[in-house]
């Protein structure tokens, strides 16, 4: 069995990915994507691991900072705002991602799954958009 997220290979029947850690079904709910290109995770990362070396660089020239005097000392306050900058720059772009994705969630539970292909189509169609298969409105 492949993991959707992933494409990495895992035990059959696993209720999450070993990989990524993303859950595989939940409850009855097959799991939602995010669309293809979407590079929201790894921006996220970048911001965080950013983050964290400013921190660490801000915080290192503090303590020889407090002895020199303001020619360590700004520069030091200065990548601390940095590094706190861009924690909240993450934490704004997983909040805005987590948003979307609620809002993608909502829409698609208006919507019929198709039984060939698995495409979500309005209620009120007849043939599925993606294949031309037609709708059972059963299938919801």
Same mark, same amino acid.
């Given at each position: 069995?492949?993991?959707?997220?992933?494409?990495?290979?895992?035990?059959?029947?696993?209720?999450?990915?070993?990989?990524?850690?993303?859950?595989?079904?939940?409850?009855?709910?097959?799991?939602?994507?995010?669309?293809?290109?979407?590079?929201?995770?790894?921006?996220?990362?970048?911001? @965080?691991?950013? $983050?964290?070396?400013?921190?660490?660089? *801000? !915080?290192? #020239? =503090?303590?020889?900072? &407090?002895?020199?005097?303001?020619?360590? @000392?700004?520069? $030091?306050?200065?990548?601390?705002?940095? *590094? !706190?900058? #861009? =924690?909240?720059?993450? &934490?704004?772009?997983?909040?805005?991602?987590?948003?979307?994705?609620?809002?993608?969630?909502?829409?698609?539970?208006?919507?019929?799954?198709?039984? &060939?292909?698995?495409?979500?189509?309005?209620?009120?169609?007849?043939?599925?958009?993606?294949?031309?298969?037609?709708?059972?409105?059963?299938?919801?």
């Amino acid at each position: 069995m492949k993991c959707p997220a992933c494409k990495t290979e895992i035990p059959e029947g696993s209720t999450f990915c070993l990989s990524c850690g993303r859950p595989l079904k939940a409850e009855g709910i097959d799991m939602i994507l995010p669309p293809e290109g979407s590079n929201t995770e790894s921006r996220a990362m970048i911001y @965080l691991m950013l $983050a964290i070396m400013s921190l660490f660089f *801000g !915080f290192f #020239l =503090l303590i020889p900072g &407090y002895f020199i005097g303001l020619g360590l @000392l700004i520069p $030091a306050l200065g990548f601390v705002a940095v *590094g !706190f900058l #861009l =924690l909240l720059a993450r &934490y704004h772009l997983l909040r805005r991602y987590a948003v979307r994705v609620e809002e993608f969630r909502k829409e698609a539970a208006t919507k019929v799954k198709c039984t &060939y292909c698995g495409a979500l189509n309005p209620q009120s169609g007849e043939r599925c958009t993606a294949c031309g298969a037609p709708i059972l409105q059963s299938a919801q």
